[in-house]
């Protein structure tokens, strides 16, 4: 695995991602307060431009993306939409999680949980 690799980027989606980054949703708030700092070992970043998107956390150390999908994300054409968009994503070897709004604000022990574990796993790798 190649640490810290840039994914290339449209260079539109930089203007983007600082508005997302200065309108963020409760969810990535929430999150953003739990994982940045360094505070699960590595370093995240919040609204990252990645080809033709934008993802809503990044981690170049170990190649990590994070996503929160909101309801907006249910419906079929949004779902298939997503799975396009992760799999483009991934072909740079970047590995994805999907984690839901309402588990963050439900369930954020849980959530944090899982991204100690998915951390850890991806750190051990690139040792």
């Not at 708030?29 to 956390?57: S, Y």
């Not at 709004?101 to 850890?120: H, M, Y």
Request: aromatic content about 6%; charged content about 30%; hydrophobic content about 40%.
């Amino acid at each position: 695995m190649s640490r810290n690799k840039i994914i290339p980027y449209d260079r539109k989606m930089r203007a983007l991602a600082r508005k997302l980054r200065k309108n963020m949703t409760l969810s990535e708030v929430l999150l953003l307060q739990q994982i940045k700092g360094r505070k699960l070992g590595v370093q995240f970043h919040w609204q990252v431009p990645m080809e033709t998107f934008v993802v809503d956390f990044y981690c170049h150390e170990i190649m990590l993306a994070i996503e929160i999908d909101g309801s907006s994300h249910d419906n079929p054409e949004s779902a298939a939409a997503d799975k396009q968009r992760q799999g483009i994503i991934e072909s740079h070897g970047v590995h994805f999680i999907r984690i839901t709004d309402k588990d963050v604000k439900r369930n954020l022990d849980g959530v944090l949980r899982l991204l100690r574990n998915e951390v850890q796993t991806l750190l051990e790798k690139t040792r």
